[in-house]
């Protein structure tokens, strides 16, 4: 039970903003390059990967909607 409410509130603020996960399979060393250019850069790789998204559907035409 504990551990339910350790990260429950954490959970309802997720599902609030509208934070989902996203889980893909790439070759191990993709994600090593990608990993340690992202901390050679100081960057996080969420906020790469989310970056892209978003410039890639701009691309062809979709815009991301603002959650209200």
Wanted: aromatic letters at 12%; one cysteine or more; hydrophobic letters at 35%.
């Amino acid at each position: 039970m504990e551990n339910q409410d350790k990260y429950s509130a954490q959970n309802r603020w997720q599902k609030k903003v509208g934070l989902k996960s996203y889980t893909f399979k790439t070759y191990d060393t993709i994600i090593a390059a990608f990993r340690e250019a992202c901390e050679i850069n100081g960057v996080s790789q969420a906020s790469v990967l989310s970056a892209y998204m978003v410039e890639y559907a701009k691309q062809v035409g979709i815009e991301s909607k603002k959650k209200e």
